[in-house]
C-alpha cells in the first residue's frame, strides 16, 4: 500500500498518526508552496495520483509546486533527504516506513484516499499471449502458487527474513513491512488476483488527469482477459 505523500517534518503544523490523517492543504499541514514533489517517471501513475490530488486542493502546478521524474522508490527517499527543495513524493513498503522512522510524515495511503488502486501487474500484447498460452499459463500458474506461500502465516518469519534481506532492512521495519503488506488489504492479494474495480479506477485517474480517451475512460475489458488467469488458477497446486 503506497504513501500518498511523504513530507518534510518541517512542512507540519502537528504530528500526524501514521497512515492517512490529513491531506495535502486539508488544515494539518501547511500547502508547501513553489516546492517539488519526486515521482516516479513522468508517465508513471504517481503522477496521475499527485496531480489530481493537488487539483483537488487548490494548487496550481508548475506555480505551487513542481514534479519532477526521480526513479523508483528508493531513489526519491534519498533525493528528499539531499534536497530541501523536495518536499514530498509517493512512497511504497518498505521505503515508506524507512521514511516515516527517519521522521518524515505520512499524509495517506493511495486507498484511504482514492479508493481501490490495481497498482502493479503483468502485462502482454493480446497477440503473443495467444501464440505462447501455455507458457502464460504456466507462469501465471506459478506466480499463484508463489503468492500462496508469500500469505500462508506458517512462512512468516522465512518471509520476513527474505524482506530484511533482499531489501537490507532492520528486523522491526522488515516486520512492519510483513504486517502492512502481506496481512491488510491493499498489500498482496489472495492468489494473485487482479483487481477489476481498482484497474477501473487507473483508467478513470488517467483520464481525469493527463486527458488520455478524450476525458472518457475505456472499460477495464479493453486491456483485460481474465480466461489466462482462470486457467492459471485451474492449474495451480
Known sequence: ?????????????????????????????????????????????????????????????????????????????????????FAGSMLGPPVS???????????????????????????????????????????LSASIEAQRWLLNPVNKQQVMDLLASQYHLAPDIAAEDYEISITRSGGFAKDAQFDPHGFENVLKLRAEVEGQWGGHPPSPDKYYDPSYYQAALRKAK
Open 1 to 85: 500500500m503506497r504513501d500518498v505523500n511523504i513530507l518534510r517534518p518541517e512542512l507540519a503544523r502537528h504530528r500526524l498518526r501514521h497512515r492517512a490523517q490529513s491531506e495535502l492543504g486539508a488544515g494539518k499541514c501547511r500547502k508547501p508552496r513553489s516546492t517539488t514533489q519526486a515521482c516516479g517517471g513522468s508517465g508513471e501513475e504517481d503522477v496521475a495520483l499527485a496531480t489530481g490530488k493537488h487539483q483537488t486542493r487548490g494548487l496550481a502546478a508548475g506555480k505551487d509546486y513542481e514534479i519532477k521524474p526521480f526513479g523508483a522508490t528508493p531513489q526519491r527517499l534519498i533525493a528528499m533527504r539531499e534536497q530541501r527543495d
Open 97 to 139: 516506513l524507512v521514511a516515516k522512522k527517519e521522521g518524515f510524515l505520512s499524509l495517506g495511503s493511495v486507498q484511504q484516499l482514492i479508493g481501490p488502486y490495481q497498482a502493479a501487474g503483468f502485462f502482454t500484447q493480446r497477440a503473443w499471449a495467444k501464440d505462447h498460452r501455455d507458457l502464460l499459463i504456466a507462469f
